[in-house]
C-alpha cells in the first residue's frame, strides 16, 4: 500500500510560482510513475505531468514551459515546480502514482487569482 500527501498549494498572484510536493510512504517509490493530476470546478481531471521511474518526462500543452516535474527517489518526493501561473491554472492538484494499482494523493488547492 502506498500513501501519497501533497503539501504546497495556495493563493499566489498571475505571474507568481509554486512548489508542490508529493511525499509517498513505503518502499516502493522508485518504481512508481510518479504524476500531477488538476481539476477545476466543472471540469474533468487532466494530467498536468508525469515523470518515470528512469526520469522521462511528459507535459500537457498548457503547462509546457512553465511547470517542471521532478523526483527524488531518495526522499520518496515528486516535485512540480509552477512559474509563470495564470488564472486559469486553478484547480485541485492531485499527486498520482502508478505500477499495476493507482495510487491518488488527497490533493491541494492551488488558486491564481490578483
Known amino acids: 500500500q502506498v500513501q501519497l500527501v501533497e503539501s504546497g498549494g495556495g493563493l499566489v498572484q498571475p505571474g507568481g510560482s509554486l512548489r508542490l510536493s508529493c511525499a509517498a510512504s513505503?518502499?516502493?517509490?522508485?518504481?512508481?510513475?510518479m504524476g500531477w493530476y488538476r481539476q477545476a470546478p466543472g471540469k474533468q481531471r487532466e494530467l498536468v505531468a508525469d515523470?518515470?521511474?528512469?526520469?522521462?518526462?511528459n507535459y500537457a500543452d498548457s503547462v509546457k514551459g512553465r511547470f517542471t516535474i521532478s523526483r527524488d527517489n531518495a526522499k520518496n518526493t515528486v516535485y512540480l515546480q509552477m512559474n509563470s501561473l495564470k488564472p486559469e491554472d486553478t484547480a485541485v492538484y492531485y499527486c498520482?502514482?502508478?505500477?499495476?494499482?493507482?495510487?491518488w494523493g488527497q490533493g491541494t488547492q492551488v488558486t491564481v487569482s490578483s
Open positions: 513505503g518502499s516502493i517509490f522508485r518504481l512508481l510513475v
Open positions: 498520482n502514482g502508478r505500477l499495476g494499482g493507482t495510487y
Open positions: 515523470i518515470t521511474t528512469g526520469g522521462s518526462t
